[in-house]
């Protein structure tokens, strides 16, 4: 055993997972970026302050917050999602409207740790301040279906859901209070707590101990403004015209307390329910006031990483991308040629790797079919003395050549095209 390991909840990601998760954001940010989006890059860390209008009663920010008194006696904490943090750059720099922002990185939250649960786990995201319409909540929701698309990830189904207005939001969860007090001695342990904290919050439990009482609570819709259902329906309308399939879910609340009128989240079909959301969003116009800016409107979404490339795997969608090297230099006259030519190959743009410690020819010619390279770029006493090196294909039967030094890259780059 190892004097240290990692954290529970806590991962190394190596190669070639590693090139899978940067390969991930380059695709999110070149869908995102197509549409008008700019990327933010936030602190890890913050004023525990900001991450505070997440809900005092989710578990979020009540149970599972890394926060901490910092050596200037600042009470911070590492951020468990990006959205409040975009929002307090929002009315930090006061950027034009609408502020099409998006981001990436790991979040912190002190889970439970199992598949597709961590302590620390990446997202993406795009969030949208300064616009009031229903057209933009379907602008963010289509984006987030595209990008599963373009990942091939295939059984994710979209699931929508409208909170209201705050005011219809306020009623719906003093109704729920009711039912479920009414209720109380069928519910679990567990719910009767979450009850006591927040009435909404029942509605997300899986134990089965609940589902009758949740079957029979009052549902959201009964709570809708004239101008919230318009506005729901205006958004449905819009996805149905773009094609983008979706299904109604009046128990989809979220995790987090900001939310208000449209809320959804991507779930894949091969995760666990408990874990199956690769993603969700909302909107959460009173975050900028609530954070010391002007009323501001705001939506978006974050996408997990971590859980959404389980969900590839278990679809053998989005494959690492291939990381081999173009070509290998196989150095047996000492190593300082070697240091040589891939210096010189690599700065013509070639990725090129090599062998260490004066290996024997065997073993170098090894590690250079490991590397995936199509060529070995071979240097023995008689071609270091010659001023020579040979050419070997690697992944055909094509001939070798022994070239002069100054003819080399030309060579390779000539049989790589
Ligand atoms: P969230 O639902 O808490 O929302 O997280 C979004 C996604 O992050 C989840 O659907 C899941 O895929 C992933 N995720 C969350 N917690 C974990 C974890 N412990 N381990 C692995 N993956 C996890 C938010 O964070 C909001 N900020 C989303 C948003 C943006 N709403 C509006 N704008």
Redesign the pocket.
């Known amino acids: 055993m190892p004097t240290f390991r990692t954290s529970p909840?806590m991962r190394d990601v190596l190669a070639p997972d590693s090139a899978r998760f940067r390969h991930f954001t380059t695709v999110f940010a070149d869908v995102v970026e197509a549409a008008g989006y700019g990327q933010v890059i936030p602190p890890l860390l913050e004023d525990v302050g900001v991450f505070a209008r997440?809900g005092d009663a989710t578990d979020?920010v009540a149970k599972e917050m890394y926060d901490f008194v910092d050596k200037g006696e600042r009470h911070v904490a590492l951020r468990?999602?990006?959205?409040?943090s975009?929002c307090r750059a929002f009315v930090q720099h006061r950027p034009a409207v609408p502020w099409k922002a998006w981001y990436s990185g790991p979040?912190f939250?002190y889970?439970k740790?199992q598949r597709?649960?961590?302590?620390q786990?990446?997202?993406v995201?795009?969030?949208v301040l300064g616009v009031d319409d229903p057209y933009l909540d379907a602008e963010v929701i289509t984006l987030g279906w595209e990008f599963f698309d373009r990942l091939g990830l295939r059984g994710v189904t979209l699931v929508l859901n409208s909170l209201g207005e705050p005011a219809d939001r306020g009623r719906y969860v003093e109704a729920l209070r009711q039912h479920f007090e009414a209720h109380a001695d069928e519910l679990s342990d567990v719910s009767r707590e979450t009850l006591a904290r927040n009435p909404l919050r029942v509605l997300d439990s899986k134990r089965a101990q609940d589902a009758p009482a949740i079957a029979a609570a009052p549902r959201i819709g009964e709570f809708w403004s004239v101008a919230a259902a318009a506005h729901f329906a205006t958004v449905q309308r819009a996805l149905d015209a773009a094609g983008v399939p979706y299904t109604l879910d009046p128990l989809l609340v979220?995790?987090?307390d900001?939310?208000r009128r449209t809320t959804f989240?991507?779930q894949a079909a091969s995760l666990e329910s408990a874990?199956n959301?690769?993603?969700?969003?909302?909107?959460?116009d009173g975050l900028v006031e609530d954070l010391g800016g002007p009323p501001t409107p705001?939506?978006?979404?974050?996408?997990?990483?971590?859980?959404?490339l389980i969900a590839c795997d278990d679809e053998g969608a989005f494959p690492p991308p291939p990381v081999a090297v173009d070509a290998f230099v196989v150095d047996t006259a000492g190593g300082a040629d070697a240091h040589a030519i891939t210096t010189e190959l690599r700065r013509a743009g070639l990725r090129v790797d090599r062998a260490f410690e004066g290996r024997s020819m065997k073993s170098q010619m090894k590690s250079a079919d490991r590397s995936g390279a199509r060529l070995a770029v071979i240097v023995g006493t008689d071609e270091a003395t010659a001023g020579t090196a040979v050419v070997r294909p690697l992944r055909s039967d094509a001939a070798q050549t022994t070239v002069a030094r100054a003819e080399l890259l030309s060579t390779v780059q000539e049989a790589l095209s």
């Open positions: 909840g997440i979020v468990p999602e990006q959205t409040a975009v979040n939250r889970e740790p597709g649960r961590y302590r786990f990446d997202q995201g795009i969030e979220r995790g987090l900001y939310y989240e991507f874990q959301a690769v993603g969700g969003g909302g909107r959460y705001g939506i978006g979404f974050a996408l997990g990483v971590d859980r959404t």
